[in-house]
């Protein structure tokens, strides 16, 4: 595909992931029946299949039901009228910043979200109040060719790895993807311009109506004291302004369907395995494998290991660590540093320790005895998670494919 003008290139991946007429219609006919069952509420369709940015294999469907102000206390009570309506589908209720309820026919998912009735995005109630004006702004600023923009856009962010805003990513959601191509105008225009990024990116389509400190800042036009790319971490900023740099010099469908890739183990690798046994939010999970990961990081450093990389993916129903360490035996016994001998304290460090010495430096130091020698332990003790689970670990001695294969090859397949 090297030979493809970026052109050819857009009308291949559009060929790839822009739904068909019957793919709407099937889902339609799913839906029809539920919004059949809520036919005597207000609702609207929402999301990215109510702005015409969907992608093909992506069946999930927001519907908003709108209540009044006064309704906003009772929300789970809302959602356990929406499940007696919905009997016979499967259901889950499940909890964002309130309840909302996933009914489930087939392949096709909606979602069924209680919202509040309010005049503009700035006076919401809860933060799912904003998103029928994001659906009127969108609608209202996109042309049907920029909309395929949009997908391209969106499928390039899921080939480098910064699609979504939830916490396992930290990326840029599909209301980020469809405002870039509002600003700039175009797939192509995104690029050019994420490509000259530093390290923190200011973009507003309204004036700000206060300041932020995150790594982007895009002012959200229909409620402008909001940052609507706050979820965006500067390592997701860095690799989508790299992958823009690179990929506008040498065009390649790599960046949007990357090959499966193999890496070896370099220094000593450890896969900690985490099965959760039981139900809990995506956000709420990943805000704790998140701290785990940082912990980890910070502990096995303090413990005297020297750490390459820590990374956490999914796997199945599975939360896999991958802890890279230059190696992993260490001695029972390291050098403690002390005071200066000139210093205060330096009469309390020789009480305290044993074995004391001066340095050439002048420094005291004394042996001091490890608390662990095994990363494993440390480990163990790092992980911070708070639902029910089982850990396992396991060196890792041979290649691998697909995500540890990524995470211990570390380049991504279209840098290199």
């Keep these: 595909m090297s030979n493809y003008?970026?052109?050819?290139?857009k009308d291949e991946v559009l060929r790839r992931i822009k739904p068909s007429k019957e793919d709407e219609a099937k889902i339609k006919s799913h839906l029809s029946?539920?919004?059949?069952?809520?036919?005597?509420?207000?609702?609207?369709?929402?999301?990215?299949?109510?702005?015409g940015t969907w992608?093909?294999?992506?069946?999930?469907?927001?519907?908003?039901?709108?209540?009044?102000?006064?309704?906003?206390?009772?929300?789970?009570?809302?959602?356990?009228?929406?499940?007696?309506?919905?009997?016979?589908?499967?259901?889950?209720?499940?909890?964002?910043?309130?309840?909302?309820?996933?009914?489930?026919?087939?392949?096709?998912?909606?979602?069924?979200?209680?919202?509040?009735?309010?005049?503009?995005?700035?006076?919401?109630?809860?933060?799912?109040?904003?998103?029928?004006?994001?659906?009127r702004f969108v609608n209202s600023n996109l042309t049907e060719e920029q909309k395929d923009d949009v997908r391209v856009l969106k499928q390039f962010m899921k080939g480098i790895g910064v699609y979504g805003a939830e916490i396992k990513v930290m990326g840029f959601s599909g209301y980020i993807c469809e405002l870039l191509v509002i600003k700039y105008g175009s797939f192509e225009e995104v690029l050019r311009q994420a490509s000259l990024w530093k390290s923190q990116v200011k973009i507003e389509i309204v004036k700000?109506?206060?300041?932020?400190?995150?790594?982007?800042?895009?002012?959200?036009?229909v409620d402008p004291k909001r940052n609507a790319a706050a979820a965006v971490s500067m390592k997701s900023l860095g690799t989508f302004s790299l992958a823009s740099r690179t990929f506008l010099k040498k065009p390649s469908l790599e960046y949007f369907f990357p090959d499966e890739v193999e890496g070896k183990p370099l220094g000593d690798v450890l896969m900690v395995e985490i099965d959760v046994k039981e139900k809990v939010s995506s956000d709420i999970l990943w805000g704790q494998v998140s701290k785990s990961v940082d912990r980890i990081k910070k502990d096995l450093s303090t413990n005297g290991f020297r750490v390459i990389d820590v990374?956490?993916?999914?796997?199945?129903?599975?939360?896999?660590?991958?802890?890279?360490?230059?190696?992993?035996?260490?001695?029972?016994?390291?050098?403690?540093p002390g005071p200066f001998f000139y210093m205060n304290g330096v009469e309390d460090f020789v009480k305290e320790n044993e074995n004391v010495w001066i340095g050439e430096e002048g420094r005291l130091y004394a042996i001091k005895r490890r608390k662990f020698t095994s990363p494993e332990d440390v480990i163990a003790r790092s992980i911070t998670i708070k639902v029910k689970h089982e850990v396992s670990m396991r060196w890792e001695k041979e290649g691998k494919r697909g995500k540890a294969g990524a995470f211990m090859r570390k380049t991504p397949p279209w840098l290199k």
């Design 5 to 9: 003008t970026l052109s050819d290139l």
């Design 33 to 51: 029946p539920i919004l059949e069952r809520i036919k005597d509420m207000e609702f609207q369709i929402q999301g990215s299949f109510a702005k």
């Design 55 to 135: 992608l093909r294999g992506s069946s999930d469907v927001d519907v908003f039901i709108f209540f009044d102000k006064d309704m906003k206390g009772r929300m789970e009570e809302i959602v356990k009228g929406l499940e007696s309506r919905m009997r016979g589908y499967d259901t889950e209720m499940a909890y964002a910043e309130h309840p909302y309820l996933i009914v489930r026919d087939g392949f096709i998912e909606v979602d069924l979200v209680p919202a509040i009735k309010v005049e503009k995005g700035s006076s919401i109630v809860t933060a799912v109040d904003r998103t029928p004006f994001h659906t």
């Design 208 to 221: 700000g109506e206060k300041g932020f400190d995150d790594p982007l800042v895009i002012i959200d036009p």
């Design 311 to 336: 990374q956490a993916w999914e796997e199945g129903q599975k939360v896999v660590v991958g802890v890279q360490l230059q190696e992993r035996i260490i001695g029972e016994f390291y050098a403690q």
